[in-house]
């Protein structure tokens, strides 16, 4: 066999395995990220729900700036926040630098945009569809973004899905506000670089494997909350037609 087949057979026998080693990294890179997303969803919901229906002189350029975020490279953001927490930055009198809440903290930074600039597409989008008729009947701002956001629940379900999926393949930040140290901030990205540029290919690649799985199942399940959500919509629609 080659290398490919040799490194792929034996990945597959430490996931089949259940490697102690392996499966800590993935626990580790899953709380890093599901903690990360559910500080920055909670954040991103309300103040994404805010933004749809807001209308205030500076909201073109705090919606350009928020976009402008989505595409800052990682590794900017595991800068900044490695300056904010060094020992002479801040933040460093914290002493999270290198540790799991430094990696949260980048990972939320990282999050934040997507969630706030996705959820308020959504909801501004709600807002066209349905904001004049809400407001006829009396809704301010505030009750017509939480009313307009929880009729939208399911495609803001998918935000989060994607929210998380952003979190999780993420290696940039993490690496350099984490330092990848074994047993304490490794993830699963910073694991597969480490392992790969040591030769260590079968670690890598069953790390890997999971990390794809763990990838599709986030897509397969935006993929099946997008066909319920349009298949209930059918059925609304059918329901008030009879």
């Not at 973004?145 to 379900?157: H, I, M």
């Not at 350099?176 to 910073?190: L, P, S, W």
Request: charged share 10%.
């Amino acid at each position: 066999m080659n290398t490919f087949q040799e490194s792929l057979a034996r990945a597959l026998q430490l996931v089949a395995a259940g490697d102690a080693a392996l499966f800590a990294i993935v626990a580790r890179s899953l709380a890093v990220s599901g903690v990360a997303c559910l500080i920055a969803c909670a954040f991103g919901l309300v103040l994404g729900a805010w933004l749809g229906v807001a209308r205030f002189p500076a909201r073109g350029a705090v919606v350009t700036v928020l976009n402008t975020f989505l595409a800052v490279p990682s590794v900017v953001v595991g800068l900044v926040v490695y300056l904010l927490l060094s020992r002479s930055g801040p933040l460093g009198f914290l002493g999270w630098l290198f540790s799991f809440k430094a990696m949260v903290v980048a990972q939320v930074l990282l999050v934040l945009p997507v969630c706030t600039a996705l959820t308020r597409q959504v909801v501004e989008d709600a807002e066209r569809a349905n904001g004049e008729q809400l407001q006829s009947l009396g809704a301010g701002g505030a009750l017509r973004s939480l009313l307009l956001a929880f009729d939208e629940r399911y495609a803001l379900v998918t935000v989060l899905l994607a929210c998380f999926g952003r979190a999780i393949s993420e290696v940039g930040a993490v690496m350099i506000v984490g330092g990848n140290i074994e047993g304490f901030t490794r993830v699963m990205t910073t694991a597969i670089a480490l392992e790969t540029s040591k030769g260590d290919l079968p670690l890598a690649l069953a790390l890997g494997l999971v990390l794809l799985t763990v990838v599709l199942g986030l897509n397969a399940a935006i993929a099946l909350v997008t066909r319920w959500r349009g298949a209930h919509a059918e059925g609304v629609v059918l329901a008030g037609a009879a």
